[in-house]
């Protein structure tokens, strides 16, 4: 029995409701907070159709077209473009509809879509925006710490286990030993053999960041570290788990890489630092235009 052929008259309905749907959704939103286009029986240059006052753009209607035409990888068919133009009203016709059933008060998907939509709208400049080298040098200099390399430590240690009905004090007696070994001179190895326990978690003999040897020996192990200079031999450090002797045997401080290293990354941060305050000042003006009331005290 031969497949029945694959009618794609059917879909694209449905596909050009979705292929514009973004663009109802953006429409929407500047429905809600901008200008609205003038009412008129003309459509302005620019411009493809005029639905109760909301202007269709020929920059969006030909989005459409385009991505009709590279799902169906062939040739515009006549009538398509009619046909795309249709949908796009009849999109822009629920859209509106579903604003006046008040959807955007009360869906939150909707209400999702549409502030998702208008911050999209007032960040979009920055996406592409361009800074130049002296200014963005500028602004590595102003955020030295956010582009500063956490500092990394090379750490090998003795632990000593206390269950909790163990004799705590006999145990740190072996950590306070263990640590006048190391610090007479003793090859590390051979106390830790001597005096120390199998650890849990073994810790890798390399450079790890604070953050990485905190998930391995804790924080308050690390506490006692973290300002020491390599060669250190620590006092017993108790944590949850025991008595922990440490010996810092390689650090590298913080360091800020040179800006010709991290360009990009500067450019990147630039951008959504420039966005961010673009849209808290957008948000702020829109609060000083509104009526704006809240209940005191809050329940």
Same mark, same amino acid.
């Given at each position: ?11 694209? $309905? ?5 292929? %514009? ?9 500047? +429905?809600?907070?901008?200008? %609205?286009?003038?009412? %008129? ?6 411009? *493809?159709?005029?639905?109760? %006052?909301?202007?269709? !753009? ?6 459409? #077209? ?11 068919? $006549?009538?398509?473009?009619?046909? #795309? ?9 629920? *859209? ?21 939509? /208008?911050?999209?709208?007032? /960040? ?13 040098? /500028? ?11 956490? +500092? ?15 004799? #705590? ?15 007479? +001179?003793?090859?590390?190895? !051979? ?45 017993? /450090? ?53 009526? #704006?009331? !809240? ?5």
């Amino acid at each position: 029995m031969e497949p029945e052929p694959h009618d794609t008259s059917s879909r694209r $309905p449905l596909l050009l409701l979705a292929a %514009g749907a973004a663009i109802g959704i953006a429409m929407a939103a500047w +429905g809600l907070v901008g200008p %609205g286009a003038s009412a %008129g029986g003309s459509v302005p240059p620019g411009a *493809v159709a005029r639905v109760n %006052g909301v202007l269709i !753009t020929a920059a969006d209607y030909e989005r459409v #077209v385009n991505a009709l035409a590279q799902d169906r990888r062939s040739a515009l068919q $006549p009538g398509d473009r009619e046909l #795309v133009l249709n949908r796009l009203i009849d999109e822009e016709l629920l *859209v509106q509809r579903g604003l006046e059933l008040g959807f955007a008060q009360h869906d939150s998907k909707v209400r999702k879509d549409l502030s998702t939509g /208008v911050i999209d709208a007032v /960040v979009a400049e920055y996406a592409d925006l361009q800074p130049g080298d002296d200014e963005l040098q /500028v602004y590595y200099r102003a955020h030295l710490d956010f582009f500063t390399r956490p +500092g990394r430590l090379r750490l090998r240690q003795i632990w000593l286990r206390a269950p909790p009905a163990a004799d #705590v004090a006999a145990i740190e007696a072996r950590a306070a030993e263990a640590t006048r070994r190391l610090r007479a +001179g003793e090859d590390f190895e !051979t106390v830790r053999t001597a005096l120390g326990d199998p650890e849990l978690s073994p810790l890798p003999d390399s450079l790890l960041p604070i953050t990485k040897l905190s998930d391995y020996l804790g924080p308050t192990a690390v506490r006692g570290v973290l300002r020491q200079p390599a060669g250190t031999i620590t006092d017993p /450090v108790r944590s949850s788990t025991g008595f922990h002797v440490l010996q810092v045997v390689e650090r590298e401080d913080d360091a800020a890489p040179p800006f010709a290293d991290v360009k990009p990354q500067v450019a990147a941060e630039y951008r959504r630092r420039r966005a961010e305050d673009a849209l808290r000042t957008y948000l702020q003006d829109l609060r000083e235009r509104a009526d #704006v009331a !809240t209940a005191t005290p809050l329940p």
